[in-house]
């Protein structure tokens, strides 16, 4: 991974917010900030891991980097081309697929293996045959056996399995980029490193790069180079994956790594590190998202947004107050 | 690379498992389940009898006789009596068929096609195209299905013809409505993404994922509405507004004999009672339908 080479992924200031129809007329009743305005880069041949609670914004993002969901502001550059501008969307979708969360809802119950894998390639003008045999090819190589499973349909397999024609499919267009949304969580653990030493043997194989989304943090600590934390849309801190995990700075980042389950007896967590639910995301809280369950919380985080800050650590940002010098927060370790 | 996995050799051919399709496996669910099969019998029997009523038939359905009206069941010679015309009653039930089936069958079938266009179009567009086509569809929705069909076939007039039109109508807004709220949720499915984000078109995305996943359920609501349409039929014919005298037809045939309940009680249920085989013959059908359909069973 090179910083100072051009990023293969840029996004920047994306922005969806989901209109609330509440009145008779379509009125809207408020909207839900899904994304609010994020920043951030992929460099080629990296994995970024997303992180965070349910509704935070992680399988939205992902949605919109694949323009499944349109994006209401802010840019995607892929490869130095804006999307939608020099870049159609169609060409951005051979660069970039995506494998959803639920191997089952992910594949057409009435297509066989081979027909739902070669769909992809067949729609963008493939022949036929040239598709089902680069069908057959994608299966042995997600170690799926093509004899046996080609012409096989998708309740007939496991969830492992399942997931792995998905991964397949995902890789019919040679994408540059695999987005992966909860890709693995629902496996069971064993079947879960089988898809994850595949999805590593996978990216050294095809030099892809992966957008790994999901809320288990030892899973993005094996699997990423880089973790970006997201909460209520925003996000709360980005950095190099040894850097996060040994010295969070955001206190949202801290809570989230010490609920981690711990194999260690000595140290279990007795005290709950984050208390409640996220505030709801229709009427966010002013100024730092966070404050409200934030045991270091000051005025100022009340009051004001935080930006993300780079910190005295190359490429390590976050969006706290206690980081930013001058901002009338007195520092985490102050209180605590 | 894998070409030559297409073009394998026959050892490779053989060993390839193709996996029954989807719609074998219902057929194999449906005839292992007795009731549906026994339905599927009535409602064939009751085809073929229509089909070939002429061959079926002991006598002619129309030769009246003042001599010999309303005879009771067992005669000699009218198995099944003779109604208030001296007509042969069993001769008139074969007959009655056809007209009754044509009038239970075709309107469901024509709205089948008509309504899945209207539903499939309006649940994976959305937005505006579904609000505008789903608050027409609504209109329809707020007359009662009965007072409906009565009111178009009083302003068309009465007829065969007249009467299939209205009950065509009457059976579309149900249809678009079950298409389209079925469409609904399958284009939120995952896999409808996927291929969303394979660039494929609407059209194609629909022809190959939508479709194949709506019309099953929908078309199982639309055999259930058969037993509804001939009922429907029967009643506009009852009415006076369908099927008009001297033809046979099961809801005609019961309006004119329900002066002779008091005579020939049992005679005069006959009609009703063809009629309620057959609607519901098609709600079993129906019924095994779906739980063949299901794949979790």
Same mark, same amino acid.
């Given at each position: 991974?090179?910083? /100072?080479?051009?990023?293969?992924?840029?996004?920047?200031?994306?922005?969806?917010?989901?209109?609330?129809?509440?009145?008779?007329?379509?009125?809207?009743?408020?909207?839900?900030?899904?994304?609010?305005?994020?920043?951030?880069?992929?460099?080629?041949?990296?994995?970024?891991?997303?992180?965070?609670?349910?509704?935070?914004?992680? +399988?939205?993002?992902?949605?919109?980097?694949?323009?499944?969901?349109?994006?209401?502001?802010?840019?995607?550059?892929?490869?130095?081309?804006?999307?939608?501008?020099?870049?159609?969307?169609?060409?951005?979708?051979?660069?970039?697929?995506?494998?959803?969360?639920?191997?089952?809802?992910?594949?057409?119950?009435?297509?066989?293996?081979?027909?739902?894998?070669?769909?992809?390639?067949?729609?963008?003008?493939?022949?036929?045959?040239?598709?089902?045999?680069?069908?057959?090819?994608?299966?042995?190589?997600?170690?799926?056996?093509?004899?046996?499973?080609?012409?096989?349909?998708?309740?007939?397999?496991?969830?492992?399995?399942?997931?792995?024609?998905?991964?397949?499919?995902?890789?019919?267009? +040679?994408?540059?980029?695999?987005?992966?949304?909860?890709?693995?969580?629902?496996?069971?653990? +064993?079947?879960?490193?089988?898809?994850?030493?595949?999805?590593?043997?996978?990216?050294?194989?095809?030099?892809?790069?992966?957008?790994?989304?999901?809320?288990?943090?030892?899973?993005?600590?094996?699997?990423?180079?880089?973790?970006?934390?997201?909460?209520?849309?925003?996000?709360? /801190?980005?950095?190099?994956?040894?850097?996060?995990?040994?010295?969070?700075?955001?206190?949202?980042?801290?809570?989230?790594?010490?609920?981690?389950?711990?194999?260690?007896?000595?140290?279990?967590?007795?005290?709950?590190?984050?208390?409640?639910?996220?505030?709801?995301?229709?009427?966010?809280?002013?100024?730092?998202?966070?404050?409200?369950?934030?045991?270091?919380?000051?005025?100022?985080?009340? /009051?004001?947004?935080?930006?993300?800050?780079?910190?005295?650590?190359?490429?390590?940002?976050?969006?706290?107050?206690?980081?930013?010098?001058?901002?009338?927060?007195?520092?985490?370790?102050?209180?605590? | 690379?894998?070409?030559?996995?297409?073009?394998?050799?026959?050892?490779?051919?053989?060993?390839?498992?193709?996996?029954?399709?989807?719609?074998?496996?219902?057929?194999?669910?449906?005839?292992?389940?007795?009731?549906?099969?026994?339905?599927?019998?009535?409602?064939?029997?009751?085809? @073929?009898?229509?089909?070939?009523?002429?061959?079926?038939?002991?006598?002619?359905?129309?030769?009246?006789?003042?001599?010999?009206?309303?005879?009771?069941?067992?005669?000699?010679?009218?198995?099944?009596?003779?109604?208030?015309?001296?007509?042969?009653?069993?001769?008139?039930?074969?007959? !009655?068929?056809?007209?009754?089936?044509?009038?239970?069958?075709?309107?469901?079938?024509?709205?089948?096609?008509?309504?899945?266009?209207?539903?499939?179009?309006?649940?994976?567009?959305?937005?505006?195209?579904?609000?505008?086509?789903?608050?027409?569809?609504?209109?329809?929705?707020?007359?009662?299905?009965?007072?409906?069909?009565?009111?178009?076939?009083?302003?068309?007039?009465?007829?065969?013809?007249?009467?299939? @039109?209205?009950?065509?109508?009457?059976?579309?807004?149900?249809?678009?409505?079950?298409?389209?709220?079925?469409?609904?949720?399958?284009?939120?499915? =995952?896999?409808?993404?996927?291929?969303?984000?394979? !660039?494929?078109?609407?059209?194609?995305?629909?022809?190959?994922?939508? @479709?194949?996943?709506?019309?099953?359920?929908?078309?199982?609501?639309?055999?259930?509405?058969?037993?509804?349409?001939?009922?429907?039929?029967?009643?506009?014919?009852?009415?006076?507004?369908?099927?008009?005298?001297? =033809?046979?037809?099961? !809801?005609?045939?019961?309006?004119?004999?329900?002066?002779?309940?008091?005579?020939?009680?049992?005679?005069?249920?006959?009609?009703?009672?063809?009629?309620?085989?057959?609607?519901?013959?098609?709600?079993?059908?129906?019924?095994?339908?779906?739980?063949?359909?299901?794949?979790?069973?």
């Amino acid at each position: 991974m090179t910083p /100072e080479s051009a990023p293969l992924l840029q996004v920047n200031d994306l922005t969806k917010h989901f209109p609330l129809s509440g009145g008779f007329f379509g009125r809207s009743a408020g909207v839900v900030r899904a994304v609010d305005s994020i920043s951030f880069e992929v460099a080629a041949g990296e994995t970024l891991g997303i992180v965070g609670e349910s509704g935070c914004g992680k +399988s939205t993002t992902a949605r919109l980097l694949v323009n499944l969901i349109e994006p209401d502001s802010g840019q995607i550059i892929l490869n130095g081309k804006r999307v939608g501008g020099e870049m159609s969307v169609r060409d951005m979708r051979r660069q970039m697929q995506m494998v959803f969360q639920d191997s089952y809802a992910s594949l057409n119950p009435r297509l066989t293996m081979e027909d739902s894998i070669a769909f992809g390639p067949h729609v963008n003008g493939m022949p036929r045959n040239k598709a089902l045999a680069l069908a057959h090819d994608l299966l042995s190589r997600v170690g799926l056996e093509p004899r046996r499973f080609a012409g096989r349909y998708s309740h007939e397999l496991s969830g492992g399995q399942r997931q792995r024609v998905n991964i397949a499919r995902a890789l019919a267009f +040679s994408p540059k980029i695999v987005i992966l949304d909860e890709a693995v969580s629902a496996l069971d653990k +064993s079947v879960e490193a089988q898809v994850l030493n595949l999805l590593a043997d996978l990216k050294s194989e095809l030099g892809l790069t992966y957008v790994f989304i999901s809320h288990d943090l030892n899973v993005v600590r094996h699997m990423s180079d880089r973790v970006m934390v997201m909460y209520l849309g925003k996000i709360a /801190e980005i950095g190099p994956v040894d850097a996060l995990y040994s010295a969070p700075a955001h206190p949202y980042t801290r809570a989230l790594l010490a609920a981690m389950p711990s194999m260690d007896p000595d140290r279990r967590t007795m005290e709950p590190p984050l208390t409640g639910d996220p505030p709801n995301p229709i009427n966010p809280p002013a100024g730092c998202r966070f404050h409200t369950r934030c045991k270091f919380a000051q005025d100022v985080c009340g /009051e004001e947004q935080p930006v993300l800050h780079i910190l005295p650590h190359a490429l390590h940002l976050a969006a706290c107050h206690a980081h930013i010098p001058h901002s009338g927060h007195s520092g985490l370790e102050a209180r605590a | 690379m894998s070409d030559d996995l297409i073009h394998a050799p026959a050892q490779y051919q053989a060993a390839f498992q193709k996996s029954p399709g989807y719609w074998s496996g219902v057929m194999r669910r449906f005839r292992r389940d007795p009731v549906a099969m026994i339905a599927l019998c009535v409602v064939l029997a009751l085809i @073929l009898m229509a089909v070939f009523a002429p061959l079926v038939a002991p006598a002619d359905p129309y030769r009246a006789s003042m001599l010999r009206r309303l005879r009771p069941i067992g005669t000699e010679g009218f198995p099944l009596g003779t109604d208030e015309l001296g007509r042969d009653m069993l001769s008139r039930l074969i007959y !009655g068929g056809r007209l009754s089936l044509l009038m239970g069958v075709t309107p469901v079938f024509i709205a089948f096609l008509i309504g899945s266009v209207i539903g499939i179009t309006a649940g994976y567009l959305g937005g505006k195209v579904n609000s505008v086509l789903m608050r027409t569809i609504d209109v329809f929705f707020a007359f009662p299905s009965v007072l409906l069909a009565i009111a178009l076939s009083g302003a068309l007039g009465a007829g065969i013809f007249n009467g299939l @039109l209205s009950l065509t109508v009457v059976f579309i807004p149900p249809i678009a409505r079950i298409a389209e709220s079925v469409t609904t949720a399958v284009r939120r499915i =995952e896999y409808v993404e996927a291929a969303r984000a394979s !660039g494929a078109s609407s059209f194609t995305i629909v022809r190959v994922h939508v @479709l194949g996943n709506v019309i099953g359920p929908v078309f199982v609501y639309a055999t259930g509405l058969i037993s509804v349409s001939l009922i429907l039929a029967s009643g506009l014919s009852f009415l006076g507004l369908g099927v008009k005298p001297p =033809e046979p037809e099961w !809801g005609l045939m019961l309006n004119t004999l329900r002066n002779a309940i008091y005579v020939q009680p049992w005679v005069a249920a006959l009609p009703g009672l063809m009629i309620f085989i057959t609607s519901i013959s098609f709600n079993l059908l129906s019924d095994g339908l779906r739980s063949a359909m299901d794949l979790k069973s």
